[in-house]
């Protein structure tokens, strides 16, 4: 987590008052790119990033959209045990912003997720994030909510449940 505050700070964006989502974007590319040790590879869907949206109660209902890593870690517990599995956890920014009329309808898109991309860093990465990114795009909600401020925000570090 520490390493996604700092890929933010770089860019001039504080985790708990996010002004500059665009910025924030490219932080959590930043941040997809560094290779983390222990946890599983890839091809085992041991790093991974999501881009969710929505309204939850934990922020009120407002509109939130969230950049999410969940991440695989294999060195926790009796890797031997039969009914052995990683630990996950996922460092998320999660948005908070005012209702506005561009995102009114914003449940309404039918999807509340971009699905989790295990691609491989680098090059596939920065494939995966564009059109992730081009997803977006396409709904003008989310477009337009990508191009205003956020009231708050807030970065967290937590154990995820198994997907």
């Given amino acids: 987590m520490d390493v996604f505050a700092r890929a933010l700070r770089q860019r001039g964006v504080e985790p708990d008052a996010v002004r500059d989502v665009d910025a924030t974007r490219n932080a959590f590319g930043a941040f997809l790119q560094i290779e983390v040790a222990g946890i599983e590879r890839p091809e085992n ?5 999501i881009v969710e949206w929505g309204r939850w109660d934990g922020n009120d209902d407002q509109p939130s959209p969230s950049f999410g890593r969940l991440l695989a870690v ?4 009796d890797r031997d045990a039969p009914d052995w599995q990683p630990e996950y956890w996922k460092a998320e920014l999660q948005l908070v912003f005012a209702e506005d009329p561009a995102w009114a309808d914003l449940d309404s898109l039918g999807h509340q997720d971009t699905g ?5 860093i680098g090059a596939p990465r920065i494939t995966a994030l ?3 990114r081009r997803f977006i795009e396409s709904y003008p909600q989310l477009a337009a909510m990508w191009r205003a401020e956020p009231t708050r925000s807030g970065l967290t570090l937590e154990r995820a449940a198994t997907p």
């Fill in 45 to 49: 869907d041991g790093d991974g990033f």
């Fill in 130 to 132: 564009e059109e992730t």
């Fill in 74 to 77: 294999n060195d926790a517990g």
């Fill in 116 to 120: 989790f991309d295990h691609a491989e």
